[in-house]
């Protein structure tokens, strides 16, 4: 709940009727500071001012002379670091892709509105209003140089970090995703996409393979030895399969670490480009003849391809958390979702939901039948230590969220004519 009803709200709509109602709803629901405009060059005029800027705009898309895209483009230009509402008559595809524009010009998003507007649904989107935090602003990130990283490694500074996979029917804990983090001296924990491209790029990610992989098959026969009987998986880096040798090493880590095969699951994304793609294809062959688990991770984005998936022998199938969380509210993301379920089951591969977050989303999966689930709402990644105690959080939680019998997908259902 925001209850700031000092806020500066702009309305930036060309139709005199729509300024009048959305100016009457806020004014019902106790906004004090209302401004009105009919065209975009007035409103960037009152967003130059530091006596007027608004913190929140509601922006009509179609407009005749400067239209709300455009406008959009203008706020991004002249530092606008309040929040939007997005007003208009458009399909919901057209304004999922403004959304996703007015997100890449950093400014803040409460949602869109779909003519006609209702009281209800402005109210419980300007609900959604919160002061923006500029102290995040400030703080960049670190750059990394390759020498800082090639000593991290020498140092032992990197630790594997591992996200729980579970059972969609019956939660139970089927293995866990390895997640790399750099425990900086002064920096404090990075996160991967900090130091995996410098990797990459340096020449640095077998060594980087080499150390997660070796602390991972050791992780796994730890858990083995204590009872517990994981599936671990590695993230790869298609830098990874670009020598053959690659393929000796993971075969020797493992056979040294008296892991099966079976028990890791090497995830696959396409990092950049392959120009040749005959020797990743023969590792990734000849890693399935010995029977370790292939994963096509990020399932559905520009890093993983159908072409991928027709000419790998993956076992494993992630879809991607941007089609997952949220799904069964959105009908282009289901839609999404559904496709990719309905490919992993076609090719007999085991689909995994990345990301997530929430118990809707979970009740999602259960009812479409995906297989396996990670993300927030089950556990975060965590280091190894964190893993019983997660268990047993996990396990008091668990028979409430497998209550009551596993509804098939309605399209698994099928009448015989
Ligand atoms: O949770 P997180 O921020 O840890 O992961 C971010 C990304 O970094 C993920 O896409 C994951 O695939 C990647 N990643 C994590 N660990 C490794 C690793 O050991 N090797 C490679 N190549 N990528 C990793
Ligand atoms: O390898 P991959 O790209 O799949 O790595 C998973 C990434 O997603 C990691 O950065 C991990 O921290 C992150 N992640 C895991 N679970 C969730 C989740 O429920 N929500 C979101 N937003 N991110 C998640
Ligand atoms: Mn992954």
């Known amino acids: 709940m925001s209850n700031n009803y000092a806020i500066k709200i702009l309305v930036l709509d060309d139709e005199p009727f729509m300024l009048k109602l959305l100016a009457r709803s806020l004014a019902n629901f106790g906004y004090i500071s209302v401004a009105t405009c009919d065209r975009g060059h007035a409103a960037l005029a009152l967003v130059d001012d530091a006596a007027s800027r608004p913190d929140l705009i509601l922006l009509d898309i179609n407009m005749p002379e400067m239209d709300g895209i455009e406008f959009v483009r203008h706020l991004g230009e002249h530092h606008y670091t309040g929040a939007l509402i997005l007003v208009s008559g458009e399909d919901e595809r057209a304004l999922q892709s403004i959304e996703k524009l007015v997100r890449a010009h950093q400014i803040g998003m409460l949602g869109y509105l779909t003519k006609p507007v209702t009281p209800a649904r402005l109210a419980a989107l300007i609900d959604k209003w919160v002061p923006p935090v500029h102290a995040s602003v400030g703080v960049a990130k670190q750059i990394y140089s390759a020498d800082d990283l090639r000593a991290a490694i020498a140092n032992g500074e990197l630790i594997n970090y591992y996200q729980p996979k579970v059972l969609v029917t019956t939660g139970e804990v089927v293995g866990v995703e390895t997640l790399v983090r750099w425990r900086h001296p002064t920096d404090g924990l990075v996160l991967p996409d900090q130091f995996i491209g410098i990797a990459e790029h340096h020449g640095l990610i077998d060594e980087l393979t080499r150390e997660v992989l070796t602390a991972a098959l050791a992780q796994s026969r730890a858990w083995r030895d204590s009872g517990m009987a994981l599936r671990v998986a590695v993230n790869l880096s298609m830098d990874n399969l670009a020598s053959l040798s690659f393929l000796d090493r993971v075969a020797k880590l493992t056979t040294e670490a008296g892991v099966p095969p079976q028990e890791l699951v090497l995830e696959v994304t396409e990092s950049r480009l392959m120009v040749d793609q005959r020797v990743p294809l023969e590792i990734l062959t000849r890693l399935h003849l010995k029977r370790f688990r292939l994963s096509i991770d990020d399932f559905g984005t520009g890093n993983s391809s159908l072409t991928q998936l027709r000419d790998i022998p993956f076992t494993e199938l992630k879809i991607d958390q941007s089609f997952v969380h949220g799904a069964w509210a959105n009908d282009t993301q289901r839609a999404m979702f559904d496709a990719s379920l309905g490919l992993a089951r076609q090719l007999k591969m085991e689909a995994v939901a990345e990301g997530v977050e929430d118990r809707a989303d979970w009740d999602y999966l259960r009812q479409q039948g995906c297989d396996l689930a990670q993300g927030y709402f089950i556990g975060k990644s965590m280091p190894a230590e964190n893993l019983p105690a997660w ?21 698994a259902v099928h009448c015989e004519p």
Request: glycine share 10%; net charge negative; proline share 10%.
């Open 391 to 411: 268990l047993s959080e996990w396990e008091g939680r668990r028979a409430d969220l497998v209550q009551g019998s596993h509804t098939p997908a309605p399209e």
